[in-house]
C-alpha cells in the first residue's frame, strides 16, 4: 500500500457512516477463498455439535425456551455478553482517532523538520511548525469527530432489526424495546417484536422470511422451503436450501451443515425459525473479521485520482528540493541555513491540507444530502453521484407512485368475478413470507374477510413460499373437513405452466391451444392498459397431507386473475427532465413485462429508445451485451442476474452507473454499480448493499444529490488545481531568486509562516459555492488535466514574482545581504496575496468578484489572511519574524502586480477554456 492510498484509507475508515459497510467489504475478500481454514478450531466444533444436537437439548443448553427468552433474561445475558457488534465496527477511542489524524506522511515530515529546528536552536521556527502540525491535525479531528456524531445519528434511521420471539412482553419490556431504535410490538405479550440486530443474544429464537439478512450465527428449529444466498462464505453462486434437522452427521465442515445459518448471508426465500447460538466476535462471521489483516476496498477512481496528484505533488518536491540544496548551498555557502531553507521549501510543497480538504468537503457533502433526505452510507459515493452519468432503476416506485391499487378481478376471459377475488384473499392472508406491494392492496378488501368469515370457516394447513425461479407462491387451507385447497397465484406464464383446466362460471374444462390463445389474448389486452396482471389457480386435495411442496403445484385450474395499478407520480416526468438536463441518461430494468413497462414510460414522457428482454440478455455474450446496453432505455422481465450484468456491461464501457433498487432481487445490481442507491423501506439486504439510502424512494431527490455530488467534487478540484499550480510556480520562481540572489529570497521561518497562513485562508473552500455551468455534466475525474492546469497557470505566478524581485531589487535597492530582510518582506507580502488570491482566479471560468462571486466563508477568510500578511512586516511583531516595515511606496506597486496578475490570469483561462474546455 503506498503512502497516499494508507493515508486516505486511514481517514475514509474514520469516515464510514455504516458498521455494515465493513461487513460486507469482509465478505467481498472471503469470495474465492477456503475461509473454514481461517477460523478457530473450538468454534467449527462448537458449530458442528450445535447442529447435531437435539432440539430440546439445544434449546435448555442455551438456557432459553421453546418460545424464546424473557426481556428480563435477554438483558441478563447482553449485559454479560455485549451488544452483537463486530469488534472492527466499534467506533474509534478519542486518542486513537487523534492519533490517526496525526499520523501521515506530511505530519511527519514537519514533524521532523520542528525537531531539526528546535535542536539547532531556532525555537521561533520550531514553534511555527509544531503550530502548522497542532492546527492541520486539530482541524481533521474536530471535522471528523463532528461529522461522526452527525453519522451516528444518521445510521439509527436505518437501523437492521430482527423479528424475535418473548416469552413475556410486559409493559416493562414494551418500553424497553421502544427505547433502542423505537422497536415496535407487532403483537400482545408472548408473541414477536422487531428489535435492531445488536440486541440479540444467545438463546434469542428469530423468525425468517425472504430478503432477511442473518443477524447472527443460528440453529433452524423449523424451516419451510429455506433458501440462503451463502456465496460470501462458500463462494457457491447459487442459494443452499437449510432444513431443521441435520442430515449428514460426519460432516466436518461448518459450512456444510444443513442446519447452521451465517451472520452475514441472506435469506433468499421460504421462512425458518431459529435460535441465536453465538453473536458479534464469538461469530464465524466475527472469527474470520478478526484474522482478515486488512478490509479496504480496492481504490475508487476518486481516490486513484487524488493518489495520483498527490504523489505527483512529491515526486515534484523530491526533484526540486535537492536542487534548491545544492543551488543555495553552493552560491550562499550556508549549508544549514541552505538545508533548513530547502526543507522549508519541502514544507510549502507538502499538500498537507489535501487529507482535510477532501474530508471535510465530502463530510459537509454528506451533512447536506442529509437534511434532503439522503444518507451518505459511504463518503466517496458523494462523488460518484456527481460522476454518475446513467441512473439504472426499476420502474416501480421511482417512475410510479408504488402504491398499488386493485383495479379489477376478473374470470378467465375478463369479466369480473368475486370468486376470483376470495381465492386471492385466502392466498395473500394465510401468507407468512414477504408479503408485497399485491399482497396488501389485495388485503384491504376487508369486506372479503367479512363476507368469507375467514377465521370460522378456513384452517391454514400449509403453504409453499414465493421465490424468484417459481415466480409464484401458494397456501393450502382446509375448508371443511373432507378436503383441502391449494389456492396458487403468480406470474402468468408460470401458472399457465402448472395448469391442466381452466374455469368458465361453474364448470371446468381443460385448457387447450385454443382456450390458451383466449387466455393469453385477455392478460395482454389488460397488459396493454398499464395493468400488472397475476393469475389465480386453485385444486382441491383430499385431507391426508400436512406437508406441502413445489411438486403439488401441479394439475392446476385456472380460476381468474387480479390486476393491479400502479400509477405515475406527477413529479416523474420533471425529475427525468431535470436528469436529462444535467446529463443523466435514466435506464429502466424492471422484472415487470414489456407491455406494462411500455405503457408507463409513455405517460411519463421517457422517450424509448429500445426495448430488450431478459431472455434475450440470456442468449448474449458480454460483447454482444455491452453493445446492446448502450442504446437501448428500456430492459424488462429481468432477473438479477440481468441486472447486475447490464450494470457491470455499462461500467465496462466507461460509464459511472447508479442503480437504485430496494428489493432483494436489485442486491446483486447495487453492488456492481457504482453508487449503489436503495430506500429506507428497503429489504435488509438491499440496505447493506447500497451506498446510499433514500428516506423517500423519489427521482427529484436523485436530482439533488447529484447536483450536491457535482458541488462537492468542484470544491476538492479548486483546492487540488490551486495547491498544483501555486507550488509549481513557487518553486520556479524560488529556482531563479536562489541562482542571482546573494542571499536567500525568503528565510525557513518565513516561508513557514506563509504556508500557514495560506493553508488557513484555504480552510472555507468547502462551503464555496459552485457556478451553475459545472453543475450541469457530470463531473469525472481527470489526473492528466490537473498536470496541464499546473504548467499553464504555474508559471504566471512565477512571472509576477520575479516582477517583485526586480522591485524590490532595483525600485527599493534591497540587493545586498545588509538589506535582505526588505527583500523577503516584499516578496513575503507579494507571495502570500498572490496565493490567497488564486482560488478566486481558478474557482470559475467567469471574472471573479464581478461575475461569480465566492461564498462569505471563503471571502472572509480570504480577506482575513490578507490582512495579517500586511500586518506581519508591518506590525511590531516584524522583527520576530526577522522582517522589516514596508514603505508606503510599495503598496501602489503591489496593487498594479495583483490587478495585472488577475488580469493576465483570466486571460489564460479564456484560451485554456477554449483549448481545453473547464472543470
Not at 374455469?503 to 385448457?511: I, K, S, Y
Not at 431478459?614 to 429481468?638: Q, R, Y
Not at 525557513?748 to 495560506?758: E, K, T
Request: proline share 4%; net charge negative; aromatic share 8%.
Amino acid at each position: 500500500m503506498n503512502i497516499l492510498q494508507h493515508l486516505f484509507a486511514t481517514f475514509l475508515r474514520t469516515r464510514r457512516t455504516t458498521h455494515h459497510f465493513r461487513r460486507l467489504a469482509i465478505l467481498d475478500m472471503l469470495r474465492g477463498h477456503d475461509v473454514s481454514k481461517q477460523i478457530p478450531p473450538a468454534l467449527s466444533q462448537e458449530l458442528i455439535a450445535s447442529a447435531n444436537t437435539e432440539t430440546g437439548a439445544l434449546i435448555k443448553r442455551l438456557q432459553s425456551h421453546q418460545d424464546g427468552l424473557s426481556e428480563v433474561e435477554a438483558d441478563e445475558i447482553r449485559k454479560r455478553i455485549g451488544p452483537n457488534e463486530i469488534e472492527q465496527e466499534k467506533p474509534l477511542s478519542w486518542w486513537l482517532h487523534l492519533w490517526l489524524c496525526y499520523k501521515n506522511p506530511f505530519n511527519l515530515l514537519l514533524t521532523v523538520l520542528a525537531s531539526i529546528s528546535f535542536y539547532t536552536g531556532d525555537i521561533t521556527a520550531s514553534v511555527v511548525i509544531g503550530t502548522m502540525v497542532g492546527l492541520s491535525t486539530l482541524i481533521r479531528f474536530v471535522q471528523e469527530s463532528r461529522s461522526n456524531r452527525a453519522a451516528e445519528k444518521l445510521k439509527a434511521m436505518v437501523s437492521n432489526t430482527a423479528t424475535v420471539s418473548r416469552r413475556d412482553i410486559s409493559e416493562t419490556a414494551a418500553e424497553i424495546a421502544e427505547k433502542y431504535f423505537d422497536a415496535q410490538l407487532h403483537a400482545k405479550p408472548s408473541a414477536r417484536i422487531e428489535l435492531p440486530i445488536k440486541l440479540l443474544v444467545p438463546g434469542d429464537i428469530i423468525i425468517l422470511s425472504a430478503g432477511d439478512m442473518i443477524p447472527a450465527d443460528l440453529r433452524v428449529l423449523t424451516a419451510k422451503d429455506l433458501f440462503v444466498a451463502q456465496a460470501a462464505m462458500t463462494g457457491e453462486s447459487l442459494p443452499v436450501e437449510k432444513f431443521a434437522l441435520q442430515r449428514d452427521s460426519a460432516a466436518k465442515n461448518p459450512l456444510d451443515l444443513d442446519n447452521i445459518l451465517f451472520m452475514g448471508t441472506n435469506v433468499v426465500s421460504g421462512a425458518a425459525s431459529a435460535i441465536v447460538l453465538n453473536t458479534g466476535n464469538r461469530t464465524y462471521f466475527g472469527a474470520i473479521a478478526e484474522r482478515v489483516s486488512s478490509t479496504d476496498r480496492s481504490p475508487t477512481a476518486f481516490q486513484a485520482g487524488v493518489n495520483k496528484v498527490s504523489w505527483l505533488l512529491i515526486r515534484f518536491m523530491l526533484v526540486m528540493v535537492p536542487i534548491v540544496l545544492l543551488i543555495n548551498g553552493f552560491t550562499k555557502h550556508d549549508w544549514l541555513e541552505a538545508f533548513l531553507f530547502a526543507l522549508s521549501i519541502a514544507v510549502g510543497l507538502t499538500p498537507e491540507m489535501l487529507p482535510m480538504i477532501v474530508t471535510s468537503t465530502l463530510a459537509k457533502g454528506a451533512v447536506t444530502l442529509s437534511r434532503k433526505k439522503v444518507i451518505v452510507k459511504r463518503l466517496d459515493a458523494i462523488q460518484n453521484f456527481g460522476a454518475m452519468d446513467v441512473l439504472c432503476t426499476d420502474k416501480t416506485g421511482t417512475l410510479t407512485q408504488d402504491k398499488i391499487f386493485l383495479e379489477r378481478h376478473t374470470d378467465i376471459f375478463g369479466t369480473t368475478s368475486d370468486d376470483v377475488l376470495e381465492y386471492a384473499y385466502l392466498n395473500s392472508y394465510y401468507q407468512t413470507g414477504l408479503k408485497n406491494l399485491l399482497d396488501h392492496a389485495v388485503l384491504e378488501h376487508v369486506e372479503v374477510h367479512r363476507n368469507l368469515d375467514v377465521s370460522a370457516n378456513f384452517v391454514k394447513v400449509d403453504e409453499i413460499p414465493f421465490d424468484f425461479q417459481r415466480r409464484r407462491m401458494s397456501v393450502v387451507v382446509a375448508e371443511r373437513d373432507d378436503h383441502h385447497l391449494l389456492i396458487c397465484k403468480g406470474a402468468v406464464e408460470e401458472i399457465l405452466a402448472c395448469c391442466t383446466h381452466l374455469r368458465t362460471g361453474e364448470t371446468e374444462e381443460p385448457l387447450n391451444d385454443s382456450t390458451y390463445e383466449r387466455v393469453r389474448a385477455v392478460t395482454q389486452s389488460l397488459n396493454e392498459e398499464g395493468l400488472r396482471v397475476v393469475a389465480v389457480a386453485a385444486k382441491e386435495l383430499p385431507p391426508t397431507q400436512a406437508v406441502y411442496g413445489v411438486a403439488d403445484e401441479s394439475q392446476l385450474t385456472l380460476i381468474g386473475y387480479i390486476a393491479f395499478l400502479d400509477p405515475p407520480k406527477e413529479s416523474t416526468a420533471t425529475a427525468l427532465t431535470a436528469l436529462k438536463k444535467h446529463g443523466v441518461t435514466v435506464k429502466i430494468l424492471t422484472g415487470d413485462n414489456e407491455l406494462v413497462t411500455t405503457k408507463i414510460c409513455r405517460e411519463v414522457g421517457l422517450e424509448m429508445t429500445g426495448v430488450k428482454l431478459g431472455s434475450d440478455i440470456e442468449a448474449m455474450s458480454d460483447e454482444e451485451l455491452a453493445l446492446v446496453v448502450e442504446p437501448i432505455n428500456v430492459f424488462a422481465k429481468l432477473t438479477p442476474a440481468h441486472k447486475e450484468r447490464i450494470v457491470l456491461a455499462l461500467r465496462k464501457n466507461g460509464h459511472v452507473v447508479g442503480f437504485m433498487g430496494d428489493g432483494i432481487n436489485d442486491a446483486p445490481a447495487l453492488r456492481g454499480a457504482d453508487i449503489g442507491i436503495s430506500v429506507d423501506s428497503a429489504v435488509d439486504i438491499a440496505k447493506e448493499a447500497a451506498d446510499i439510502i433514500l428516506l423517500e424512494k423519489s427521482l427529484m431527490i436523485l436530482e439533488e444529490g447529484v447536483l450536491e455530488g457535482r458541488k462537492t467534487f468542484s470544491n476538492m478540484l479548486k483546492y487540488i488545481k490551486m495547491t498544483a499550480s501555486s507550488n509549481f510556480g513557487n518553486v520556479f520562481s524560488v529556482l531563479i531568486a536562489s541562482a542571482f540572489l546573494p542571499f536567500l529570497p525568503m528565510l525557513p521561518l518565513q516561508l513557514l509562516v506563509q504556508n500557514l497562513l495560506y493553508d488557513i485562508s484555504q480552510i472555507a473552500i468547502p462551503f464555496d459555492h459552485v457556478d451553475t455551468e459545472l453543475l450541469e455534466k457530470p463531473q469525472h475525474w481527470n489526473p492528466d488535466e490537473i498536470g496541464r492546469f499546473m504548467l499553464f497557470f504555474g508559471p504566471i505566478s512565477s512571472i509576477f514574482d520575479i516582477a517583485t524581485f526586480c522591485l524590490m531589487w532595483f525600485a527599493f535597492g534591497a540587493s545586498t545581504p545588509a538589506q535582505q530582510t526588505l527583500f523577503q518582506s516584499g516578496w513575503f507580502v507579494e507571495g502570500l496575496i498572490s496565493q490567497t488570491l488564486i482560488v478566486h482566479m481558478i474557482r470559475t471560468q467567469k471574472i471573479p468578484f464581478l461575475q461569480s462571486r465566492a461564498a462569505w466563508p471563503l471571502l472572509g477568510m480570504t480577506l482575513c489572511v490578507m490582512a495579517i500578511g500586511i500586518f506581519t512586516p508591518m506590525g511590531p511583531f516584524a522583527s520576530y519574524f526577522k522582517m522589516q516595515a514596508l514603505p508606503w511606496s510599495y503598496f501602489p506597486y503591489l496593487i498594479a502586480l495583483l490587478v495585472a496578475y488577475m488580469a493576465l490570469t483570466q486571460a489564460v483561462k479564456g484560451i485554456y477554456a477554449r483549448r481545453y474546455g473547464w472543470q
